[in-house]
């Protein structure tokens, strides 16, 4: 479970944070938006959501957008940038994977697809586990995909030291979980899983509701 010193260094980052800082980050955001194939009738919720950029470079292609982030800081910023962009279809609120409706009853907004990028390795493969359950419920029936860009190992991470400050991995602070974990969380019954390595520390999983 996030804790309030995670929250703290959120806050604090919110005044100078940029997706693009990271190489990785960004390039794992940008496949995370064509993964989830926006469409005019889309109602897509970002978990993690930061200042809020990836939604708003998504607004002019979905019907509705909604964010949420355990900073109010980074909610802040988001809505700040919200109100220069213009964009009347998107909105932004405090929350996490695990209390996702904190602040907003996200059940009634028929949420049909969910992204995530570079914030889901603050969890332990448990409470992982956990926010999945989350999303399933706050979806219901409408929910149509998951779409995950993260840190999530395909390799020993090991091997790649020399390059976490360009994927953006702090061993002392992040958990990613190996990717073929990330995928077993899914009911395969369920979902359509696909990975896409676009290093061998981070990826992006693309669940596909089976109707």
Do not use: W
Request: glycine share 8%.
């Amino acid at each position: 479970m996030t804790d309030d010193g995670t929250i703290s260094r959120f806050d604090r980052a919110s005044h100078y944070y940029q997706t693009d800082s990271i190489p990785y980050r960004k390039i794992s955001a940008d496949r995370v938006s064509q993964l989830v194939e926006p469409a005019s009738n889309d109602v897509i919720l970002d978990m993690g959501c930061g200042t809020g950029t990836q939604l708003i470079e998504l607004a002019g292609r979905i019907k509705r957008g909604i964010g949420i982030d355990l900073s109010s800081g980074m909610v802040q910023r988001a809505n700040d940038l919200l109100k220069k962009s213009k964009c009347s279809n998107l909105e932004f609120h405090v929350g996490d994977f695990l209390t996702p409706e904190r602040t907003v009853s996200l059940d009634k907004m028929k949420i049909n697809k969910i992204i995530s990028n570079y914030a889901l390795h603050h969890l332990s493969l448990a409470d992982k586990k956990r926010a999945l359950e989350k999303m399933l419920r706050i979806t219901g029936d409408h929910l149509e995909m998951i779409v995950i860009g993260d840190l999530m190992f395909f390799d020993d991470p090991r091997n790649y030291t020399g390059q976490y400050d360009q994927i953006g991995y702090g061993p002392g602070t992040d958990l990613p979980s190996y990717a073929d974990e990330l995928a077993d969380l899914f009911d395969r019954s369920c979902f359509s899983v696909t990975l896409d390595s676009i290093h061998p520390l981070v990826g992006v999983l693309k669940a596909v509701r089976k109707f």
